[in-house]
């Protein structure tokens, strides 16, 4: 399969890497903007799995609403895109009095902004050769009713807003053979939650986290188009 994560440089997006690499010779695409990071995952997957084929692409997501060239690399290589794991995220736990538009805007465009315009400039590679499986990455923040934190508001409604963006695009796409849909996770030992829940201990490790999102990448898109599933134990921080 072709397959293409983000945020491949640490925590979940590195296990999701790592887990693809082991179950099959799949040709990944593994986006970061840390070069040494995309370095030693690439040395660890060919000792799990010599066949895999591993793309490191060094990428600030920033860049691409605005410099769509810099997907060439990918677009030149596949023609058809099986999996696209949107899963680079950006948390400041910061009050929301203090967090200012440039923090804000951070976190909506990693969170937000950038997955929606990487899945628009990669569509011409979807659903053409096969089925192929767009799977969001949202937080339990984001999720409807969910139990909320102080520090994370402007993170929840980005989360939240790429959630709704999965409902809203099988109508947009109206292509059965596009599937879309979103995880919302909840707590998983990540640099970031311990970023965001400093002393906690999530009931999960980023490579559990990591192997549930796998296997619904490559099976979910069978049973679920434009929707929201919670992935979680408890709600982050219980
Ligand atoms: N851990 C949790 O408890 C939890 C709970 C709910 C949801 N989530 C979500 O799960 C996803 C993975 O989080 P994690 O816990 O594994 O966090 P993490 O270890 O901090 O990983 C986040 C990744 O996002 C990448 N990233 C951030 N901004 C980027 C940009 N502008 N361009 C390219 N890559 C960028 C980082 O890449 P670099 O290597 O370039 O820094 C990093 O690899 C996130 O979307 C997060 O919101 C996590």
Redesign the pocket.
Known sequence: MNIIV?????????EIVRLFAGNGIHHIFA????EK?LQKLVRECKNINHQSIIVPLV????EVPDNPGSLKPVKASINHIDILIN?????INKPFQSTGMAEAMNMF???FF?PAFLIRELLSHMGKKGKTHILN?????GFQGSSKYPGLSY?SAS?AAIAVLTECLPAEFRNPDIRVNCL??????????NE?FPGHK?PVS?EK?AAFIVDFAVKGYQYFNGKIIPVALSD?GD
């Open positions: 983000t945020g491949a440089g640490s925590g979940i997006g590195y986006i970061s903007r840390n990071k990428l600030d997501l920033l899963n680079a995220g950006k948390l465009n990693t969170n950038a990455i949202s937080s339990m923040g993170y989360k919302a996770l909840g707590a998983a030992q990540t640099e970031m939650f965001a999530a980023a986290m982050p």
